[in-house]
């Protein structure tokens, strides 16, 4: 058998890095989180199995929340809008958009204007 140590800065930085708090994970991506739970379930039972695994676990993560937009091109061609504009007003209405720099002694910040949740 073989054994091997790590210190703890080691280990933080490991999960920095991969998101995984553990020296070993397996990730499973895809579109249908209960698909997705079913799999790790599969993946967590076989993995039991093996001799000196210990302290299998699932863990599930969620995702960042999405906004899909779908745009209708002849309409925007109509009213002539491009999507490249129009992503910018979306992203710029959800995530901000730098509008200006602000200088506080030795330091320097990024103005970020967004919409309030409300509008």
Do not use: C
Request: no cysteine.
């Amino acid at each position: 058998a073989s054994f091997e140590f790590t210190q703890p800065i080691q280990l933080r930085f490991n999960e920095l890095m991969t998101g995984a708090k553990t020296d070993i994970a397996v990730k499973i991506f895809g579109e249908d989180p209960a698909l997705l739970h079913d799999l790790a379930e599969d993946a967590a039972r076989l993995i039991r199995q093996v001799e000196g695994a210990g302290d299998v676990k699932v863990e599930q993560t969620e995702g960042l929340p999405q906004l899909i937009v779908r745009f209708d091109r002849q309409k925007l061609a109509q009213y002539g809008l491009d999507i490249e504009t129009l992503n910018q007003i979306v992203r710029a209405a959800y995530a901000g958009e730098k509008a200006g720099v602000i200088f506080e002694n030795e330091r320097k910040f990024d103005l970020v204007l967004r919409l309030q949740r409300s509008s």
